[in-house]
């Protein structure tokens, strides 16, 4: 089953923007964790953010926490072409023991 | 460090026919999970092996079977394949068992089920 939702499904925008997207979640959980995948290829991890962590960053990303409403953002910020891709959020349900990925949100970075 | 590798890149069966793909994970990554991921279903978790021992497993038929060797080498084998198997499949390669830490991908195998 998927644990997580991502909004929108689709995002297109042009480059120099911002994107942002969201997570939503069902259960409680250890950590959550945002990925990339170009085009049918294999997904590259973005970042990891903890349970108790509310707010990370890493270069032009920036992840929010919201454990009381179970979800979480990703910001990209100055976006570019190359950010063209599909991103999801993986959460563990709180069991440790494996990743569920959301649905996915597919960006578009227009030059 | 050599990232994760898949073989074969691309694979066309027939139904009722066998197939094993393979991973090489990242050295000194001990965790290897597989993931099936289609249009329709999205990603989903098929199992992970850890030094040799299958720790978790997701919700898939018995069909699907997978093996890991003492180099941490992993194999994946699907038997009497249907057509809704076609699917990329994806295998990822980390430090820790479980979801303590970030995983690594390979690029994928796509599996074509005629």
């Known amino acids: 089953s998927q644990q997580g939702e991502e909004d929108p499904q689709a995002l297109s925008i042009q480059e120099g923007e911002n994107a942002t997207m969201n997570c939503s979640y069902k259960?409680?959980?250890?950590?959550l964790q945002w990925y990339r995948q170009n085009s049918g290829r294999g997904l590259v991890h973005l970042i990891l953010?903890?349970?108790?962590?509310r707010e990370k960053h890493s270069g032009r990303l920036r992840v929010t926490l919201d454990t009381s409403k179970k979800s979480s953002s990703l910001l990209i910020t100055a976006s570019r072409a190359a950010d063209t891709a599909s991103y999801f959020c993986?959460?563990?349900?709180?069991?440790?023991?494996?990743?569920?990925f959301g649905t996915g949100t597919s960006l578009t970075v227009i030059p | 460090k050599a990232g994760v590798t898949q073989t074969p890149r691309y694979l066309i069966k027939t139904r009722g026919q066998q197939v094993t793909l393979s991973c090489s994970p990242i050295?000194?990554?001990?965790?290897v999970s597989w993931y099936q991921q289609t249009p329709g279903q999205g990603l989903q978790f098929l199992f992970e092996?850890?030094?040799?021992?299958?720790?978790n497993k997701g919700n898939f038929p018995g069909r699907f079977s997978g093996r890991q060797f003492s180099n941490s080498r992993s194999e994946m084998n699907v038997s009497t394949l249907e057509l809704g198997d076609s699917a990329l499949y994806l295998c990822?390669?980390?430090?820790?068992?479980?979801?303590?830490?970030?995983?690594?991908f390979g690029p994928g195998t796509r599996l074509t089920v005629t």
């Open positions: 259960t409680s959980i250890n950590n």
């Open positions: 990822a390669s980390s430090l820790a068992s479980g979801t303590i830490g970030e995983q690594y």
């Open positions: 092996y850890f030094s040799e021992t299958q720790r």
């Open positions: 050295s000194g990554h001990r965790s």
């Open positions: 993986a959460t563990d349900e709180g069991t440790g023991n494996q990743f569920y």
């Open positions: 953010i903890r349970s108790n962590e």
